[in-house]
């Protein structure tokens, strides 16, 4: 009998299922990193980097909340796109929009995070979601005025 052959043992059959046990656990966690990440690409990453960060989470939704009221009072009136060159980190500038919005949040910012880090992370993601959601909203606000003529 070689060692490739399965074994008549009673011994040999407990370890075959130990070591099918073994794997099938390896694949359950497999399967679930590959889902893990799959989520972490299909939701643009915010509810994956939302539990990773869940100490912060209060405080980014504080963050968010102050800028999307800063968003609609003082931006969207004059702006319905945003500049091509807003997603640049440009604290020497004051009249940037990463300079003006994260000057508004600065203190609300989670300690783990530096002002530029939670800028490109969390902030350009929020920013450019905003002015689509808002744009498309706006939009089919007209199309149903437009339908009842």
């Known amino acids: 009998m070689s060692a490739d ?17 073994g794997l099938k656990r390896k694949v359950g966690k497999l399967q679930s990193n590959i889902k893990a990440m799959s989520d972490f690409l299909n939701n643009g990453g915010h ?8 100490g912060a989470a209060d405080e980014i939704d504080a963050c968010s909340a102050v800028v ?6 003082t931006s969207w009136p004059k702006r319905k796109f945003l500049p091509k060159t807003w997603k640049e980190w440009k604290p020497e500038n ?3 929009t990463s300079s003006v919005l994260i000057g508004t949040i600065e203190k609300n910012i989670p300690s783990c995070f ?10 350009t993601e929020l ?14 606000r007209m199309k149903a005025l437009h339908a009842c003529k």
């Open 5 to 21: 052959e399965p074994s008549n043992h009673p011994g040999g059959n407990v370890a075959l299922k130990l070591e099918n046990e």
């Open 47 to 54: 509810a994956a980097r939302k539990r990773r960060k869940k």
């Open 68 to 73: 999307e009221s800063i968003l609609l009072s």
């Open 94 to 96: 004051p009249k940037s």
């Open 114 to 123: 530096t002002n530029e880090v939670f800028w490109h992370v969390y902030m």
């Open 127 to 140: 920013c450019g979601k905003w002015f689509v959601n808002r744009r498309n909203a706006d939009t089919s």
